[in-house]
């Protein structure tokens, strides 16, 4: 009989949901949360205790895709409905994800130049080189083991929350009763804090790591095809996913602290790159916090680069039917890695350009927030079909809590349209 998945081995249950909650406190996301705490203090802290369970139920919907079909989101996109649409949505996704990259190594760039003088673009190119060199040619179990242990780079954010001084009974207050506001600036952040937890390049890649899964382990068959194993799979994805996104939103939650008791209580409120809030901490809280999350920029944005460079080259290569995979050797999906390649060095690429990385970032964003709707409909409809999903199609409560999440998506994307003719 197989083990329950809450007695197996704690590193064996953890893969995909930790991976993608991690890499969703990208260099970029840190610059959102940032802001946030440095604008409004812990006034809008609240937002990442709400947005909690809408993540782990999109995300938990993207993994059971994956598991169940033995086929990405853009896979089943491409099989199930219009091309056109298919590969629209994945040509805005692609997009988005290059510019992300793009801002994910400047700041990575920049924070190093923080704590090693030397030329920032020098820095962005080899990050950009490692990220790669580590996706094609590391072993594939040894790579994700390397992506786990940089989700350890996290903690950065948890010891600067420690070493600040801050106000928990404030936070508490904060968390419990927030201050909510009408004003336009508010309303942007809560939908700036949404759509950075809620990305579609995270619904991409967690669920072709499920299909990696499949393709890693023997023993394993998509579910549809093996129902007998549904039980099992589908209790380690929600424990994966719930902690993954657990920690992912705790992490943004130490970040706001942090830049909450720290430049908002010194009057800085205003933070557009995550390497600016670094070097503010310096002045404000001292060179240890600055230096650990400097470090903590440079941690996550190693963990968060492969992931939107090769969620990219998971969405186009199933599109145009390559062969895909990070277990495969490079000769046997040479398109594959050639697309995490280019992708890569696109983003690269816009650093040396005048075009502001951030500023691109803030289009970025809008794009994610467009593409994620349509996405996630296609998400939760095809994961209802008898004709897709066979008899595993979703449950009802992950089902009102999936559609609750497109629901919240489409208002914050009305919200930001909104802002703009106001």
Not at 107 to 120: D, F, I, S, Y
Not at 367 to 383: D, R, T
Request: overall charge positive; some cysteine; hydrophobic content about 55%.
């Amino acid at each position: 009989m197989a083990a329950n998945p809450a007695r197996r081995k704690l590193s064996n249950v953890l893969g995909p949901g930790l991976i993608t909650g991690a890499s969703d406190d990208d260099p970029s996301g840190i610059a959102t949360y940032s802001q946030v705490g440095a604008q409004f203090g812990y006034g809008l802290a609240w937002t990442l205790l709400v947005s909690y369970p809408l993540m782990v139920a999109i995300q938990e919907i993207s993994a059971r895709i994956g598991r169940v079909t033995g086929r990405g989101i853009a896979g089943n996109l491409h099989r199930h409905y219009p091309g056109w649409l298919a590969r629209c949505l994945i040509g805005l996704l692609s997009v988005a994800n290059i510019i992300n990259l793009g801002a994910d190594l400047g700041a990575m760039g920049a924070a190093l130049r923080l704590l090693l003088e030397g030329p920032a673009l020098l820095y962005v190119c080899l990050f950009g080189l490692i990220s790669v060199l580590l996706e094609i040619f590391a072993d594939y179990r040894r790579y994700v083991s390397i992506l786990k242990w940089l989700c350890l780079s996290l903690l950065s954010y948890v010891v600067c929350a420690f070493v600040v001084h801050v106000s928990w009974t404030d936070v508490a207050r904060a968390l419990v009763w927030p201050p909510l506001s009408r004003q336009p600036a508010y309303l942007m952040a809560i939908v700036a804090v949404l759509g950075t937890t809620i990305s579609p390049y995270l619904f991409f890649w967690h669920a072709q790591q499920e299909v990696e899964t499949i393709q890693q382990e023997a023993a394993a068959r998509p579910l549809r095809q093996s129902v007998g194993q549904a039980a099992r799979e589908f209790a380690r994805i929600r424990v994966d996913t719930v902690i993954g996104m657990g920690v992912s939103n705790l992490i943004a939650l130490f970040i706001v602290v942090t830049t909450a008791s720290t430049l908002h209580a010194h009057g800085v409120t205003t933070i557009q790159t995550a390497a600016e809030a670094a070097e503010a901490l310096r002045a404000v809280a001292g060179h240890f916090t600055f230096a650990v999350f400097a470090l903590g920029i440079i941690g996550t944005g190693l963990l968060t680069v492969p992931v939107l460079a090769a969620s990219a080259a998971y969405s186009v290569g199933e599109l145009m039917s390559w062969r895909v995979g990070l277990g495969h050797q490079p000769g046997r999906a040479r398109a594959f890695y050639a697309a995490i390649a280019l992708a890569t060095l696109l983003g690269g690429a816009l650093n040396f350009t005048p075009i502001n990385p951030m500023r691109a970032l803030y289009w970025s964003a809008v794009l994610n927030g467009v593409v994620a709707v349509p996405v996630m409909i296609a998400m939760m409809h095809l994961s209802v079909r008898r004709t897709i999903m066979g008899s595993l199609t979703l449950p009802r409560g992950l089902r009102v809590l999936g559609w609750t999440t497109t629901g919240a998506m489409a208002c914050t994307v009305i919200a930001m349209v909104a802002s703009w003719l106001v």
